[in-house]
């Protein structure tokens, strides 16, 4: 169904983007790059996770070939005006479920695409309300689920999000990392 004159480069170690490109069907490679994810502070929502997507992409220039599409991705918990990005330890990820406990973050991903005559970024806002967990609960999922790899430190798909999820509003696999039906409906479109 997609476009077979593009080959499609995937720019991510994320298993759960992996898995959702497979699942689309999309022929891919995986290439990987270590980006120091660095952004000015005056950046906000949004902006910091297309500054961040176009920064992933902009490290491949000069090597992406005639008919290659290179995918790119950032994805943040936006939550009080501030970013929450991966937890650096127990206590960082703790600290930001039981700051989210019973209310409504925002989880953003933009998605750059780069060929070698244009770079362009999608983005998608998702709204998720936390029913109030109790420590005991977030201490457990914590234990078992190690989120130090995921923004916000939770995975909506697992435990956590199973017991703990009171609404969400918008695109459930951009949650999971990945606005599926954005990024399939731009790579039909090519």
């Known amino acids: 169904m997609l476009n077979k004159n593009y080959k499609i480069i995937l720019a991510s170690g994320s298993p759960?983007?992996?898995?959702?490109?497979k699942e689309l069907a999309v022929d891919?490679?995986?290439r990987l790059k270590e980006i120091?994810?660095?952004?000015?502070?005056n950046l906000q929502g949004v902006e910091i996770t297309n500054f961040l997507a176009i920064l992933k992409a902009n490290a491949f220039e000069g090597e992406i070939a005639d008919n290659e599409i290179l995918i790119t991705s950032d994805t943040i918990v936006w939550f009080e005006n501030?970013?929450?990005?991966?937890?650096?330890?127990?206590?960082?990820?703790?600290?930001?479920?039981?700051?989210?406990?019973?209310?409504?973050?925002?989880?953003?991903?933009?998605?750059c695409f780069k060929t070698i005559q244009k770079t362009e970024t999608i983005?998608?806002?998702?709204?998720?309300?936390?029913?109030?967990?109790?420590?005991?609960?977030?201490?457990y999922?914590?234990?078992?689920?190690?989120?130090?790899?995921?923004?916000?430190?939770?995975g909506i798909q697992e435990w956590i999000g199973l017991i703990g999820i009171a609404k969400i509003e918008g695109s459930y696999?951009?949650?999971?990392?990945l606005p599926t039906d954005k990024v399939y409906t731009y790579?039909?479109?090519?």
Not at 173 to 177: A, K, L, Q, R, S
Not at 187 to 190: C, G, K, S, V
């Open 16 to 21: 759960r983007r992996q898995q959702f490109l």
């Open 28 to 30: 891919f490679e995986i």
């Open 36 to 41: 120091e994810e660095i952004y000015p502070e």
């Open 82 to 111: 501030k970013a929450l990005g991966k937890p650096t330890d127990y206590e960082d990820a703790f600290q930001m479920l039981q700051s989210m406990s019973g209310k409504t973050h925002e989880v953003i991903t933009s998605v």
């Open 123 to 139: 983005f998608e806002v998702t709204k998720v309300t936390f029913n109030p967990l109790t420590d005991e609960a977030i201490r």
């Open 141 to 154: 999922y914590i234990d078992h689920y190690k989120p130090f790899d995921k923004a916000g430190a939770y």
């Open 173 to 177: 696999t951009n949650v999971v990392g």
């Open 187 to 190: 790579l039909l479109n090519l």
